[in-house]
């Protein structure tokens, strides 16, 4: 296979035409290849020559990912699978760019976990749960949690999530902000410790709303005393007390 022509192209590439053919290749390629002192190479060199080139496509293609915000290794090898480069290749560039500082999960881990604490209330299972997603190793990422005080956050946390809530029992609004602090990712032993530091006051438009339409649903099977009684019930059954109840009636 005769090497005949080189003409610049994009940036660090040149045109090589080989016979009758013209193949893209980095500069270094080319120069790692000897394609400037030789006139004929073997298919074997072509494919060579292509081969590397791939791994630089691959390679600078993760560059100007890296270069958007810091990821880790696994995020890297997705977004070159993505873009059709095979597995082992991607693995070798995984190598280089560690070797490069590029890539370094332990760092990824500290700055993720820095941006969790400081731009939002995310407790550790959920941060956690989040790296360990990412591919992280837990016990280096559960190590980086230790020195937050994560019951001041959930103590914020509950505080600030309480305000939304304007319908229902004290015990439907305890309810509902356990389910929230369990889904923003703290332990029951922390959610607990919050929950003994709130108050709760239950809306009189709350309990009059749902003891108006208990009394119409009941309405069909229950007079009188009776029906006072299996409406109390009721709401008691949905967590008002009773003096809750006596303040509408």
Not at 126 to 153: H, N, P, T
């Amino acid at each position: 296979m005769q090497v005949k022509s080189f003409k610049k192209s994009k940036k660090n590439t040149y045109l090589v035409l080989i016979d009758d053919v013209w193949y893209s290749f980095y500069d270094d390629v080319i120069l790692d290849c000897g394609f400037l002192v030789k006139k004929n190479i073997s298919l074997e060199e072509l494919n060579k020559a292509l081969d590397l080139n791939k791994k630089k496509d691959a390679y600078f293609e993760a560059i100007k990912y890296l270069s958007v915000k810091k990821r880790c290794e696994s995020q890297v090898f997705k977004r070159l699978n993505d873009k059709g480069f095979d597995d082992n290749l991607i693995l070798a560039v995984i190598d280089v760019l560690k070797k490069e500082k590029y890539l370094d999960d332990y760092d990824f881990a500290k700055c993720y976990v820095h941006d969790a604490i400081e731009l939002s209330l995310s407790g550790p299972k959920k941060i956690l749960k989040e790296l360990s997603l990412l591919g992280l190793d837990l016990d280096v990422s559960s190590s980086l949690l230790e020195d937050y005080d994560f019951q001041k956050r959930c103590d914020v946390l509950c505080f600030k999530r309480l305000k939304s809530y304007h319908k229902g029992s004290k015990n439907e609004i305890l309810n509902k902000l356990k389910r929230y602090l369990v889904s923003q990712g703290y332990e029951m032993d922390c959610i607990n410790n919050s929950l003994q530091n709130i108050s709760i006051s239950v809306s009189k438009d709350s309990v009059k709303s749902d003891y108006m339409k208990i009394r119409k649903r009941l309405l069909k099977k229950y007079d009188g005393d009776k029906l006072d009684f299996e409406v109390m019930v009721r709401m008691q059954r949905k967590g008002y007390t009773i003096d809750d109840v006596r303040q509408i009636m």
